[in-house]
Nanobody, 121 residues
Framework: VQLQASGGGLVQPGGSLRLSCVAS????????MGWYRQAPGKQRERVAS???????NYADSVRGRFTISRDNARNTVYLQMNSLKPEDTAVYSC????????????????WGLGTLVTVSS
């Protein structure tokens, strides 16, 4: 299973970006999908997550500004980021808890390579 994230870039404070992450491979079903970020010198933190049923969870620092969504048919998770602040600058990575399409239907977590978001004037 591979996760490919895209959509990062340089944006001015107050601007918006939309991140996408597509999962591919021997996937039977994806449970929870999420976005995490890591800023220089800081620990990785969970930004937002969404279950297969659509339940949402957000970090307090982004609630009301970021929106997570998913397209189950395309195995894709999105992160719409509005009203961006300099403190949102980080490498954003996606995560998926995947039920694999093979005997025994094992479940495992997968990570994509990060995409850099820089908020600066």
């Amino acid at each position: 299973v591979q996760l490919q994230a895209s959509g990062g870039g340089l944006v001015q404070p107050g601007g918006s970006l939309r991140l996408s992450c597509v999962a591919s491979g021997r996937i039977f079903r994806i449970n929870t999908m999420g976005w995490y970020r890591q800023a220089p010198g800081k620990q990785r933190e969970r930004v937002a997550s969404i279950t297969s049923g659509g339940s949402l969870n957000y970090a307090d620092s982004v609630r009301g500004r970021f929106t997570i969504s998913r397209d189950n048919a395309r195995n894709t998770v999105y992160l719409q980021m509005n009203s961006l602040k300099p403190e949102d600058t980080a490498v954003y990575s996606c995560n998926a808890n995947v039920v694999l399409a093979r005997a025994g239907a094992p479940v495992d977590d997968y990570w994509g390579l990060g995409t850099l978001v820089t908020v600066s004037s």
